[in-house]
């Protein structure tokens, strides 16, 4: 059961590199307007990839660190399955809806349009929706308290010191318009009305 939940890991973040390619390719033909503190950005970067990729991978393809393992049920593979689909779903959906708006790092681009439509007429942060679900997704299917979790951890991190300089540049950039749409969307959960 433990080999079926790693290559399931294994396959979500395959499939995330691979939805994510094209819209990486085309962001670096777009020139940015505005570029938020890139080298606090490539921290947060840094310390997301390696709760999502790096300890994970290491344990995937090392069983390492062992003394941090846990029994694994069934119901738990499942529910990690589920959750990473989900969130590859939301994540695809996502880019699909941002376009030639998307950048790794925090930026706004030539010609940015702010996208409220599609996936985000409910929620401001569909992207980071997705990213938590990952993050849940490797707690459920990697039973080690630090590869499991480390998801969580690296790209809370992330989300923390990002969210709030994220929610500024875009108020700075498009004015009462975001302020407007912050008001009737959620940030990461769609609003309860």
Same mark, same amino acid.
């Given at each position: ?8 890991w294994c396959v979500g973040v395959i499939a995330w590199f691979v939805i994510r ?18 080298? *606090? ?10 709760? /999502? ?5 290491? %344990? ?9 393992? $846990?029994? /694994?049920?069934? !119901? ?8 990473? /689909?989900?969130? *590859? ?11 030639? #708006? !998307? ?10 349009? *702010? ?6 007429? $409910?929620?401001?942060?569909?992207? %980071?929706?997705?990213? !938590? ?8 299917? /990697?039973? #080690? !308290? ?31 318009? $975001? ?11 769609p609003k309860l009305r």
């Amino acid at each position: 059961m433990i080999v079926a939940a790693k290559i399931i890991w294994c396959v979500g973040v395959i499939a995330w590199f691979v939805i994510r390619y094209p819209h990486a390719r085309r962001s670096k033909r777009t020139p940015a307007r505005r570029v938020e503190n890139r080298g *606090l950005e490539l921290v947060l970067l840094s310390i997301s990839a390696t709760g /999502l990729g790096v300890i994970p991978a290491v %344990y995937a393809g090392t069983g390492m660190p062992a003394f941090a393992d $846990y029994p /694994l049920q069934a !119901w738990q593979v499942v529910v990690g399955g589920l959750t990473f /689909l989900a969130s *590859l779903v939301l994540f695809r959906r996502t880019h699909a809806a941002l376009g030639r #708006n !998307w950048s790794v790092t925090l930026e706004v681009r030539e010609k940015h349009a *702010l996208v409220t439509d599609g996936i985000y007429r $409910y929620v401001r942060h569909p992207m %980071y929706t997705a990213f !938590w679900l990952w993050a849940i997704a490797q707690a459920f299917l /990697l039973p #080690n !308290w630090i590869a499991g979790f480390s998801g969580i951890v690296g790209f809370g991190t992330l989300y923390l010191f990002r969210v709030p300089r994220e929610e500024q540049m875009m108020l700075d950039a498009f004015g009462s318009e $975001y302020a407007e749409y912050a008001k009737r969307t959620g940030r990461v959960f769609p609003k309860l009305r």
